[in-house]
């Protein structure tokens, strides 16, 4: 009998391919497996039973992989089984960039009379942009980054990619409608939308910065459905202020958000859906079952 710690909650269909030899347990004492959402796991003191720690989610930033690699334990996540939900969030975040649809709902819930007659007088303080024939710079072609190129393509975006470990050919090869940049600068210069898709490493922190801010084209929309620290908030709020970013889209909180009329933070809803859910704890408990019972370290 295997014992699986679930340290968040955990989509049943996905605990339910556990099968009968193993054991759901909210203790950790005794786990051969953790199954871990967005918990943060750098300060647990893991049992000497664990083998293995799955993440059902993309990033691992909340596992501390390398300490875990010395002890042996193998960490696996679940790449690609939340990309759809995230796409569809990034698509949303777009369109609420370019329209105004946030501040018009709130001002349209102030109303208490006759709102019929207020709105037709009040709604020219909320008109917007189309994003067709835009151009949309997509930093990371990952699973996310490639589906939001193919999908914002499909919405009549112009689409240019940068992604430093996939060659010209092999992102062709991905997709046909991304014009592949050669630098980051490129896409920086040349996008009115600039939506970042990569994992959050020490190279990657606070990549999006002042000196980022100050090559991109004013007036551009920034989006980031990532990592949080991916850009540098400070800097963000003063290109924000100074009118080189028009909007900042971001799935994280933001500090005094209430004072910037131009970011818009969604409390982390990405891959927050009823499907990515289920198909993350899918993906997790096949790994963990291939790995304790056959010893195969797969992502599938
Ligand atoms: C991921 O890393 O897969 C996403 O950020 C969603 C999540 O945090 O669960």
Known sequence: MYTVHTLNKISQNGLALLGDAYKVSDELNNADAILVRSAKMHDMVLPESVKAV???????????????????????????????????????????????????????????????????????????????????????????????????????MEVIGYDPYISVDAAWGLSRHIKHANTLDEIYAEADYITIHVPLLDSTKHMLNKEAFDKMKTGVAVLNFSRDTLVQNEDMKVAIAEGKVAKYVTDFPVEDVLNQENIIAIPHLGASTEESEENCAVMAVKEIKDYLEQGNITHS
């Open 54 to 156: 799955a993440r059902a989610g993309a990033g691992v930033n909340n596992i501390p992989i390398e300490a875990y690699a010395e002890k042996g334990i193998v960490v696996f996540n679940t790449p690609g089984a939340n990309a759809n939900a995230v796409k569809e969030l990034v698509l949303c975040g777009l369109l609420l960039a370019s329209r105004k649809v946030v501040d018009g709902i709130n001002w349209a819930k102030t109303l208490e009379s006759d709102v019929a007659k207020t709105v037709e007088k009040g709604k020219g303080a909320f008109g917007g942009g189309e994003i067709l024939g835009k151009k949309l710079g997509v930093i990371g072609l990952g699973a996310i980054g490639v589906m939001v190129a193919n999908a914002a393509q499909a919405l009549g």
